[in-house]
């Protein structure tokens, strides 16, 4: 479905208060499964990922094609709305199975660059996860999609995702850090990926209206502002200029 603002929209997931939406069709095989096993090679380790742990958590990760500019660059969107809830007993071990699952999907989609799109908007604190973590997976990442990582767009970012960002650039690359941009409504997005459709949930349509409303009234406050502050300057420089 495509909502108003030209962008896809899909409605597949449902809300749960603590174990989380699951995908649109539990019964789907990933076409690397066999005997409920999804084989990758991290670091030339061979790890088997469960897939049964996985199968509610897989709409996470969506594939949204190539950027149209270039057509080499891939586009990948992350959900951050649908990730595990941190009060699950076995959340480490699924957020490893994940994190191998994802792992394993951009290393047999990227080729060349890529573009991660992360969703932030509509994602409660308690499925957002530990710094702990987002820097043990970063560390786990070769050097080819760290390298090819073309930039991060961060959808709806809270101020205290901004803070943690800005905290945690110690740990990271100076490289990596200068990728991160901040897109604040929906709006923006599609005007840097204009013919790149990306699929909105439901979820955080509805958070982008909060933050459109936010962000436009800001924004029209800066402009009248300079809008008012142009003709004091132009009349005090004429003053200036006849004295």
């Keep these: 479905m495509r909502s108003n603002d030209g962008f896809e929209t899909t409605r597949h997931c449902s809300e749960h208060p603590i174990l989380r939406p699951t995908s649109n069709d539990l019964t789907d095989i990933d076409p690397d499964e066999e ?104 560390q786990m990442v070769n050097f080819r999609l760290r390298k090819n990582l073309r930039g991060i767009y961060v959808v709806h970012p809270t101020r205290w995702l901004r803070t943690v960002i800005a905290v945690s650039r110690p740990f990271f690359s100076n490289k990596f850090y200068h990728k991160v941009h901040y897109v604040y409504t929906i709006a923006e997005l599609e005007r840097e990926f204009p013919n790149n459709p990306i699929t909105i949930p439901l979820i955080i349509e509805q958070t982008d209206w909060l933050y459109s409303q936010k962000y436009d009234r800001q924004n029209a406050s800066i402009k009248r502002s300079i809008e008012r502050s142009v003709p004091q300057s132009f009349d005090g420089k004429e003053a200036e200029s006849a004295a």
Aim: overall charge positive; hydrophobic content about 35%; charged content about 25%.
């Design 35 to 138: 005997n409920g096993v999804i084989s990758c090679t991290i670091d030339n380790n061979q790890i088997n990922i469960d897939a049964k742990t996985i199968s509610p958590f897989k709409c996470v990760f969506g594939s949204v094609g190539k950027l149209q500019q270039d057509s080499q660059t891939a586009i990948v969107a992350i959900y951050g709305c649908w990730l595990p809830d941190r009060r699950l007993r076995e959340y480490r071990y699924i957020m490893d199975q994940l994190f191998y699952y994802i792992y394993h999907k951009l290393e047999k989609l990227v080729i060349d660059d890529y573009i991660l799109v992360y969703f932030h908007g509509a994602t409660p604190k308690h499925r957002t996860p530990e710094f702990k973590f987002l820097r043990k997976y970063y």
